[in-house]
C-alpha cells in the first residue's frame, strides 16, 4: 500500500512537473469552447479566456508547491536532525580510554 502511495505522487510531480497536467487541462478548455460556439475556426473577442483568476484549475497548477519559506526552512532542518541521528556512534575498538591505570604517575624531567 506505502508503494502504491508513493508511485502515485511520483506520478502526480512528474505529470506536474513535465506541464502535461497543465497540457490536458488547456487542451479541455479548447475541446468545451470549440462545443460552445459553432465557429471554432475563427478566434474572436467573445471566445473565453481562462486563466487563474477565472478557473480554480489554472490557479492550483500554478501555485507554488511551497507557500513560504519558513516551511522550506523547517523542512531543511527536519533533514538536518534525521541526518544527524542517523550517523553511527563510534565503535568501542577505536574508542579512546579517558584514564589508564597501568601508567604510573607522569615523571619528573
Ligand atoms: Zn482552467
Redesign the pocket.
Known amino acids: 500500500m506505502k508503494r502504491a502511495v508513493v508511485i502515485v505522487a511520483i506520478a502526480w510531480f512528474v505529470v506536474l512537473g513535465t506541464g502535461a497536467a497543465e497540457y490536458a487541462?488547456n487542451a479541455q478548455?479548447a475541446r468545451e469552447d470549440a462545443n460552445s460556439s459553432p465557429r471554432s475556426s475563427r478566434r474572436d473577442s467573445s471566445t473565453p479566456v481562462?486563466n487563474d483568476s477565472n478557473?480554480a484549475?489554472?490557479a492550483q497548477l500554478h501555485q507554488p508547491l511551497t507557500a513560504m519559506p519558513v516551511v522550506m526552512l523547517l523542512i531543511c532542518a527536519g533533514l538536518l536532525v534525521a541526518f544527524v541521528s542517523q550517523l553511527a556512534p563510534a565503535p568501542d575498538s577505536v574508542r579512546i580510554p579517558s584514564r589508564i591505570d597501568c601508567r604510573g604517575p607522569p615523571a619528573l624531567v
Request: glycine share 0%; proline share 0%; hydrophobic share 15%.
Open positions: 487541462h478548455h481562462h478557473c484549475v489554472h
